[in-house]
């Protein structure tokens, strides 16, 4: 709340001193230093002080209590009031005041802190004094001056543009000659307006607003303008008389909608800039006037919550376009309780509506009609065009399809058939894109490429800044207006065909880029392609004239599929490409493409069945029939992590080692630097870690050259670190697996969505080695949102399996056991067995643990023989500890001690220190139960060997069992 003390007064419907008319004139006008504060215009010796509109209102709550301590609270309360702002606001906006002050500059004080109190203007204040600079009617007639008998209504509050309206009245001020550029519907009448009145005390109330959209001639613009000034017009071209009369005159001219007659409007704006220096003109048009003296402000669309962003209600509420949603559907009787879950579909619908204000309260004011679901799904068609808006308005502004009929009738007939033939875009482009779309065959590039310059300068297209070129986009009710045009024109069709086929004829380019592993290449652009190349699948299936280019569409597409991690998309094309193969791609590059990008959809998002292997050994076929050697690496690193997946371990050298041989004769860097890492992954799983440490540290070394690498290249997410850490660890260096695995899940974790699950997975088992239950936790709980976020549903079995395993180690051992097996049959289903053996061993463990180790001894003897059947793997010496562990529970210590023996045996062959260690300690326990203290130098021995890690669990128990049995 506003201190008793201050003169200043907020706006009386919104309560914020931002968006009302009596801020303004309750204010005193002062001076101080050589500084002058009148309304909201800060001036320094004559000339304006650009400050944002939030400074300028801590400016003058600050110096009406000048001299006094206003408390933080006090400002916070005036300034944004209804809002919840932290504090780092406010001092983020006292340094600016501070800084345009020159504040400290010279000896000069103006505000200063109190620690633990708030604020205080400390230079003296003179008021109701004036600079020379500022001039005024006396207050008895500025008083009973009323904007609202002259200017038109301004809207009781204004969302989003709050900065707007401040820097575009100092431009005024310091430039005199503004055009408000920007597309039909954006609200640049609304920001006229409110500049307005703004502005109002600042010229005395010599404001005059012309709305010239009802103007049908030219001709007529120098009358009207003569007219609002009040001149008797005796001939046809009344400018001189209005350049005049306006000479030694200072006022603001507004001059609204002005595209449909900018010849005549350039040429008078010109000529009142260039000769009466005290008026200053600000013209609102979906174009530019062109003329000297003009600068041009484009109003961008209201900032809208990021698509596919996951905030919450509060969060999306935050920005402009959502926040003006909300209040407009409000207005319009619908008050909406926004969600966290509603929040999700906000942002469609903002997404859908570009931040255009006229789209925005046009759509809102049925948001209570049809709720905001329907309402998202509404806005895909046609349907918004119609939808009407306030009676008041003019004609052209009451729907969308008036907004831009009022547009296109302002165009020519090239500049219609350019505009209707880029429609076809789904998302931006290039001019080189555009020539190949709207261009037929036979027609002039020049007269497209002219047009085009147009449609922009029109605001009908819109640029995006690109680091590779400039991009161009139809905003949404735009696109759908011309899309209704080329349809009415006979012509979508063949459009539709160019633009499918330039589609694929850049995706294929593309793909050769993707190749190189260097970072300026152009693949890196392939990722704006997604929604046409949707687009144009999506037409080539359903219409007839797409049949020739279906196949070789979908191929080039998925590639782009899968760079994406759109799993689930890459696995549907290609099964309806492949379905329709035909002899002229059967074999070929294009089949080769589908069958390689389906096996490993398939992997990810469903299971890894004998089809997903079938895929990938026949686009292995025909990549080595072709002699396409990058595509024969790729494969045989698909097939690599396919075996993995499933636990056939006994198949994994042979294809890392041919991926060796390929990628050396291919002699990329990036390439051989993956091999290795395969090489080294394949040795760790099958249970040879000291070959598997080689390999992956030369991998490691060679990190710069895959990291590199960019979506699609042939050796891409290849990544030595993820194994490597389990590695450091089953060799016995606990402290550099954890320093190898930290950043995997931090900030370095894989970019590719797959590899960070990988990531995930291979690091939470490392923490459960360790012992770091809580570090687990929190991993599967990333792991089940990230990969739910992506549709990879077998990673979300394993999210369970690494929960429960905490939950068994924390003492809830039903919870636990429960969850495992749900998980564990979902694991097989999906034959992923490359967890499974871990969370089929805590299953025992649990089962043991309540009084049921029979049950579980079967359970785990059954996976033994499983994992022996397909030729061991490197979890193998502790599955042999743990059924030694339950052997031991059930009495048999005879069977307890062969198989730790055996675990004992294979963990030094495998040369894995820490697996070693642990059976070390079971074999104590169990000579302890057979009434000997026998083994305890083996014990000491491997603890020996042991150069750091003391400090986690394994090695602590390993500490106090010795000590204990010493004493």
């Known amino acids: 709340m506003n201190s008793p003390k201050s003169s200043i007064q907020p706006d009386a419907a919104t309560g914020s001193p931002h968006s009302g008319t009596g801020a303004g004139r309750d204010f005193d006008p002062v001076t101080f230093g050589p500084f002058s504060l009148r309304s909201r215009i800060l001036q320094k010796d004559g000339l304006p002080v650009k400050l944002g509109s939030r400074a300028i209102d801590i400016l003058r709550l600050l110096v009406d209590r000048a001299g006094e301590v206003v408390p933080k609270s006090d400002i916070l309360a005036y300034v944004w009031a209804g809002l919840a702002v932290e504090e780092i606001s406010l001092r983020v906006h006292i340094a600016e005041l501070r800084k345009a002050l020159g504040d400290g500059k010279d000896g000069a004080r103006y505000i200063t802190n109190i620690p633990s109190r708030g604020y205080c203007f400390v230079a003296p204040v003179r008021r109701g004094e004036r600079n020379s600079a500022l001039t005024e009617v006396p207050q008895t007639q500025a008083g009973a001056m009323d904007p609202s008998s002259t200017l038109p209504y301004r809207l009781d509050r204004m969302v989003g543009r709050e900065d707007v309206l401040a820097e575009l009245s100092a431009r005024l001020l310091s430039e005199r000659f503004v055009t408000l550029r920007g597309p039909g519907g954006i609200g640049k009448t609304t920001v006229a307006i409110a500049i307005a009145h703004k502005m109002w005390e600042e010229f005395e109330g010599k404001i005059h607003f012309l709305d010239l959209g009802p103007l049908k001639d030219g001709t007529l613009v120098a009358t009207t303008v003569a007219a609002a000034l009040g001149l008797v017009v005796h001939h046809a071209d009344p400018t001189e008389s209005i350049v005049s009369f306006l000479r030694d005159r200072r006022l603001l001219l507004v001059l609204d909608s002005c595209e449909h007659v900018i010849e005549d409007v350039a040429r008078l704006a010109e000529t009142i800039h260039r000769e009466a220096f005290g008026i200053s003109i600000l013209a609102t048009s979906r174009e530019s006037l062109l003329v000297q003296g003009e600068h041009i402000y484009e109003l961008v669309p209201l900032p809208g919550p990021p698509q596919g962003a996951r905030l919450s209600a509060g969060e999306v509420l935050s920005y402009p376009a959502a926040r003006l949603f909300a209040e407009r559907a409000a207005a319009a009787g619908h008050r909406l309780d926004i969600t966290d879950q509603d929040a999700e579909v906000l942002v469609d619908i903002c997404g859908k509506l570009d931040g255009i204000a006229l789209a925005i309260e046009l759509a809102a004011a049925r948001a209570g009609v049809y709720g905001l679901r329907e309402l998202a799904t509404l806005l895909d068609g046609r349907l918004k065009l119609e939808w009407r808006g306030r009676r008041t308005a003019p004609p052209r502004q009451q729907t969308l399809g008036a907004t831009l009929d009022w547009s296109f009738g302002l165009i020519g007939e090239a500049e219609r058939l350019v505009l209707q033939r880029l429609a076809i875009f789904a998302g931006s482009f290039t001019l080189q894109d555009a020539i190949a779309v709207a261009v037929e065959e036979g027609e002039p590039v020049e007269g497209a490429v002219d047009a085009l310059e147009q449609l922009v300068a029109k605001s009908l297209l819109s640029t995006q800044p690109s680091r590779l070129s400039r991009c161009y986009r139809l905003l949404d009710a735009t696109r759908a207006y011309a899309l209704h045009k080329l349809s009415e024109s006979g012509q979508v069709q063949d459009v539709a065909r160019r633009h499918a086929e330039h589609v694929h004829r850049s995706l294929e380019a593309g793909m050769a880029d993707s190749g190189s592993a260097?970072?300026?290449?152009?693949?890196?652009?392939?990722?704006?392609?997604?929604?046409?190349?949707?687009?144009?699948?999506?037409?080539?299936?359903?219409?007839?004239?797409?049949?020739?280019?279906?196949?070789?569409?979908?191929?080039?597409?998925?590639?782009?599929?899968?760079?994406?991690?759109?799993?689930?998309?890459?696995?549907?094309?290609?099964?309806?490409?492949?379905?329709?193969?035909?002899?002229?791609?059967?074999?070929?590059?294009?089949?080769?493409?589908?069958?390689?990008?389906?096996?490993?959809?398939?992997?990810?998002?469903?299971?890894?069945?004998?089809?997903?292997?079938?895929?990938?050994?026949?686009?292995?076929?025909?990549?080595?029939?072709?002699?396409?050697?990058?595509?024969?690496?790729?494969?045989?690193?698909?097939?690599?992590?396919?075996?993995?997946?499933?636990?056939?371990?006994?198949?994994?050298?042979?294809?890392?080692?041919?991926?060796?041989?390929?990628?050396?004769?291919?002699?990329?860097?990036?390439?051989?630097?993956?091999?290795?890492?395969?090489?080294?992954?394949?040795?760790?799983?099958?249970?040879?870690?000291?070959?598997?440490?080689?390999?992956?540290?030369?991998?490691?070394?060679?990190?710069?050259?895959?990291?590199?690498?960019?979506?699609?290249?042939?050796?891409?997410?290849?990544?030595?670190?993820?194994?490597?850490?389990?590695?450091?660890?089953?060799?016995?260096?606990?402290?550099?697996?954890?320093?190898?695995?930290?950043?995997?899940?931090?900030?370095?974790?894989?970019?590719?969505?797959?590899?960070?699950?990988?990531?995930?997975?291979?690091?939470?088992?490392?923490?459960?080695?360790?012992?770091?239950?809580?570090?687990?936790?929190?991993?599967?709980?990333?792991?089940?949102?990230?990969?739910?976020?992506?549709?990879?549903?077998?990673?979300?079995?394993?999210?369970?399996?690494?929960?429960?395993?905490?939950?068994?180690?924390?003492?809830?051992?039903?919870?636990?056991?429960?969850?495992?097996?749900?998980?564990?049959?979902?694991?097989?289903?999906?034959?992923?067995?490359?967890?499974?053996?871990?969370?089929?061993?805590?299953?025992?463990?649990?089962?043991?643990?309540?009084?049921?180790?029979?049950?579980?001894?079967?359970?785990?003897?059954?996976?033994?023989?499983?994992?022996?059947?397909?030729?061991?793997?490197?979890?193998?010496?502790?599955?042999?500890?743990?059924?030694?562990?339950?052997?031991?529970?059930?009495?048999?210590?005879?069977?307890?001690?062969?198989?730790?023996?055996?675990?004992?045996?294979?963990?030094?062959?495998?040369?894995?220190?820490?697996?070693?260690?642990?059976?070390?300690?079971?074999?104590?326990?169990?000579?302890?139960?057979?009434?000997?203290?026998?083994?305890?130098?083996?014990?000491?021995?491997?603890?020996?060997?042991?150069s750091e890690g003391f400090e986690t669990a394994d090695l602590k128990a390993a500490r106090l069992m010795l000590n204990s049995t010493l004493v």
């Open 518 to 946: 260097d970072p300026k290449s152009p693949a890196l652009g392939r990722g704006s392609l997604l929604a046409d190349a949707r687009a144009a699948l999506q037409w080539s299936y359903a219409h007839v004239d797409g049949d020739e280019i279906r196949v070789p569409l979908a191929g080039s597409c998925a590639r782009l599929l899968i760079e994406l991690n759109l799993l689930n998309e890459a696995r549907i094309w290609s099964e309806r490409a492949l379905a329709v193969l035909d002899d002229r791609h059967r074999g070929g590059r294009w089949e080769l493409e589908l069958q390689a990008t389906l096996g490993h959809a398939f992997m990810f998002t469903e299971r890894n069945s004998e089809r997903a292997e079938a895929a990938l050994r026949r686009g292995l076929e025909i990549a080595a029939a072709i002699g396409d050697d990058a595509n024969t690496f790729r494969l045989l690193a698909r097939l690599n992590m396919f075996y993995r997946r499933t636990g056939d371990y006994r198949h994994l050298l042979p294809v890392a080692l041919e991926a060796e041989r390929v990628a050396r004769l291919i002699g990329d860097p990036a390439g051989i630097a993956g091999a290795k890492a395969l090489i080294g992954v394949s040795h760790h799983l099958v249970g040879n870690q000291t070959e598997a440490q080689l390999h992956l540290d030369e991998g490691v070394r060679n990190d710069a050259a895959l990291r590199g690498a960019q979506p699609g290249h042939f050796a891409y997410s290849r990544t030595p670190q993820i194994p490597l850490a389990r590695v450091l660890w089953l060799r016995g260096f606990p402290d550099r697996a954890v320093e190898c695995a930290r950043p995997l899940t931090g900030s370095g974790a894989p970019r590719d969505v797959v590899m960070h699950c990988i990531a995930l997975c291979w690091s939470a088992s490392l923490y459960g080695w360790i012992g770091d239950w809580t570090a687990i936790e929190a991993m599967a709980g990333r792991l089940e949102t990230h990969a739910g976020l992506h549709g990879l549903a077998p990673y979300q079995a394993v999210a369970a399996g690494f929960r429960a395993q905490t939950m068994i180690a924390g003492g809830d051992l039903r919870g636990g056991i429960e969850l495992l097996r749900v998980a564990l049959p979902r694991l097989h289903a999906d034959r992923y067995e490359l967890y499974a053996s871990a969370f089929v061993a805590d299953l025992s463990r649990g089962l043991a643990e309540l009084g049921q180790p029979s049950e579980g001894l079967a359970i785990l003897r059954e996976a033994i023989a499983r994992i022996e059947l397909a030729g061991g793997a490197f979890d193998m010496p502790e599955l042999l500890r743990v059924r030694a562990e339950l052997e031991l529970r059930h009495g048999d210590l005879d069977a307890a001690e062969a198989s730790l023996r055996s675990s004992a045996a294979l963990a030094d062959q495998q040369g894995a220190l820490s697996w070693r260690l642990r059976t070390d300690m079971s074999l104590v326990r169990l000579k302890r139960k057979q009434g000997t203290r026998s083994h305890l130098e083996e014990l000491a021995a491997t603890y020996a060997r042991f």
